[in-house]
Structures are given as C-alpha cells and as structure tokens.
C-alpha cells in the first residue's frame, strides 16, 4: 500500500489543496512531509549501511550436530558463524529507534488526518 499512498501524497502535496481545520498552513506541510518521509523509508530498503559502522568479518565453519568443528562429510551438520579478526561492525540502536519512531510518527499522522486528505 506504501507504493500507492508515497506518491499519492507527494502529488496531493504539489496540487496543495489546503488544509484540514484546526491546522494552520505551516503546520499541515510539516505533517505531510513527515507523512512522504514514512512512506518513502517504508518502500525503501534501510540496510545499505544507514545504521552500521566499521567492518563486518564473518568466518563460517563447517559443525557436526554437537556443534563441533569437523571436516568429515558424514559429519557435517551445518555451518557455524564466528567473526573474524577484522570484525569491528557495530550496529546504532539510537539512530535506528529515532529511525523507526520517525516512521511510526508519519503513520500516525496518516491515520490522525486521513479525512484531510482530500482531492
């Protein structure tokens, strides 16, 4: 639904077809750019790297199944994933929550003043 209601709002925005009682003008462009902002992150893809730093070095290792490393086909159960010497990926809880919070705002607003959104 996010790739029908993005671009409906931008569009709604361009035509700017005034504003819900209650709101001033000012007040109604911040709450439907903050609307766009979590729709367009909702049909976008955040991993590419928006909340991590350093370097990711993963080594996999062939385990039996009382996950012991072993090199015997008969063996094998699965792999097993350690990191590595270089490993000094982190991952910003902070940025991510304030992210997401951001997100579920623009969605509320959506829900809040939907009978605003008129054509």
Not at 6 to 20: R, S, T
Request: glycine share 8%; charged share 25%; proline share 3%.
């Amino acid at each position: 639904m996010a790739l029908i209601i993005h671009p409906a709002l931008v569009q709604f925005k361009e035509q700017n077809c005034g504003y819900p009682s209650g709101v001033t003008e000012n007040e109604w462009d911040i709450i439907i750019d903050k609307m766009i902002f979590a729709f367009a992150q909702i049909i976008s893809s955040w991993e590419d790297g928006d909340f991590y730093t350093g370097v990711s070095d993963y080594v996999w290792k062939p385990v039996d199944k009382n996950g012991e490393l072993t090199f015997d086909e008969s063996e094998f159960f699965g792999w097993e994933m350690e990191t590595g010497p270089n490993h000094t990926a982190k991952f910003d809880v902070k940025k991510y929550d304030e992210y997401e919070q951001k997100i579920q705002e623009g969605c509320e607003l959506f829900g809040k003043y939907f009978r605003g959104l008129w054509t």
